[in-house]
């Protein structure tokens, strides 16, 4: 058995490293001197796919984050099962930055959208394993569960793949997907 308490610190740590992470992929060719403001401008422009990367990928951890941090029914001593599960998440949550670049590098190749792709599509079905756990060690069901929210993701992840297979560099916007989040847990009733 370990503290929940325990948990909690690992898992607000590792996000706040990994969102921290994130930002290093925003980086201007090595040895860029700008001869002037268009120089500069033109080189930020084409930042374009790593920032779109960048700002999906924070935003999906930030919003993971809170839903973690909302689940107030979590077992205050979690079992052995419901540790690892927290730690197969965390393992995913670390991969994040590392597929971050990759996608907004080379976001012309529609692998490294399927790498990010089966990122998103884990650390999801990870969470969610997390939240059934829960829900087994307390004996009842947390108002909140965050599996709508997760299970968006996932379906964004995988119509990124399907459009990648089109045009790679259109396939990250399919994660805009997941503003529909609220509506879809409001259209089902469930949370």
Known sequence: MIPKTRLDALTDGVFAFAMTLLVLNLALPEGFRPANDGDLVAALRDLNGPLIAYVVSFFVLGLRWMGQARTKEDPEIGSAAYAWAVLFHLFFITLLPFSTMLVGRYDDFA?????????????????????????????????????????????????????????????????????????????????
């Not at 990010?116 to 969470?127: C, E, G, P």
């Not at 394993?129 to 299970?151: K, M, N, Q, W």
């Open 111 to 191: 692998a490294a959208i399927w790498i990010y792709a089966a990122n998103m599509v884990a650390s999801s079905l990870a969470a969610i394993r997390i939240s059934i756990l829960a829900e087994r060690e307390t004996g009842h069901r947390p108002e909140h569960t965050g599996r709508i929210d997760l299970t968006v993701l996932a379906a964004s992840a995988l119509l990124s793949v399907a459009i990648s297979f089109v045009s790679p560099k259109l396939a990250m916007w399919a994660y805009l997907l997941n503003v529909a989040s609220p509506f879809v847990r409001k259209w089902t009733g469930r949370s």
